[in-house]
Nanobody
């Protein structure tokens, strides 16, 4: 299992970023996928999950209405569109091959992470 995140960076409050996660080493279309994040000095937080076909999505209350998870099974890629970013969204964002209930437990199925910093 290999997961490689990209798209992070620094953005001002209210701005947007789109994260991508390139997956390989497994049948991407057969698995639930998730995004989790970890802010400095805090424990990991589940952000969002998506079913294998992309038809089922769930979000943490903290990002609902601002973030959108999506996937392209033809390209083995997971996305996270982040709008209306807030300073409290600052964190290292990880792509995870796991459903929502296990995303914080199966750390061996996380990527290396991409840093998102929201600051003026």
């Amino acid at each position: 299992v290999q997961l490689v995140e990209s798209g992070g960076g620094m953005v001002q409050p209210g701005g947007s970023l789109r994260l991508s996660c390139a997956a390989s080493g497994f049948t991407f279309s057969g698995y639930d996928m998730s995004w989790v994040r970890q802010a400095p000095g805090k424990g990991p937080e589940w952000v969002s999950s998506i079913g294998p076909s992309g038809g089922s999505t769930t979000y943490a209350d903290s990002v609902k209405g601002r973030f959108t998870i999506a996937r392209d099974n033809a390209k083995n890629t997971l996305f996270l569109q982040m709008n209306s970013l807030k300073p409290e969204d600052t964190a290292l964002y990880y792509c995870a091959r796991a459903p929502a209930a296990l995303a914080l437990i199966w750390k061996k199925y996380w990527g290396q992470g991409t840093q998102v910093t929201v600051s003026s």
